[in-house]
């Protein structure tokens, strides 16, 4: 019989917790910047804080990658990685940020999960 390579649990993805009323297009834009650059996304909607640093530490730390984005209900957005400290995320972006911003995000998100210079 095989030996298990990894633990069982949810795919390796980066993982996106969303205020209930996050804006649905910097959703969509975040999310594409991210599979653009080959990754996978899972998206979660998260009651509690509306707060866009705070569920993006959240959702780093669940991921299995390590890496979250967190979009709160005025639309901003941050990325962060679960070797950071809570209030320092790896990049933010304003609420009412243009929708290349949303998409930024994403790529940037990508990019610290494969290693690579952040754009």
């Known amino acids: ?65 390590g890496v979250g984005i967190g979009l709160d209900a005025a639309g901003a957005a941050a990325v962060h990685h679960s070797t950071l400290p809570e209030r320092t995320p790896v990049v933010t972006t304003p609420a009412r940020a243009p929708s290349s911003d949303g998409r930024r995000v994403g790529r940037i998100a990508a990019r610290v999960v494969k290693h690579l210079p952040l754009v």
């Not at 795919?11 to 209930?20: D, G, I, S, T």
């Not at 999310?31 to 959702?59: I, K, N, Q, R, S």
């Open 1 to 65: 019989m095989p030996e298990q390579v990894t633990a069982p649990g949810p795919r390796p993805a980066v993982l996106v917790y969303r205020h209930p009323g996050a804006p649905a297009a910097v959703l969509r834009q975040v999310c594409a910047g991210v599979e653009e650059e080959g990754v996978p996304t899972d998206v979660t909607e998260v009651p509690g804080p509306d707060d866009a640093t705070a569920l993006a530490h959240a959702a780093a730390a669940e991921s299995r990658l």
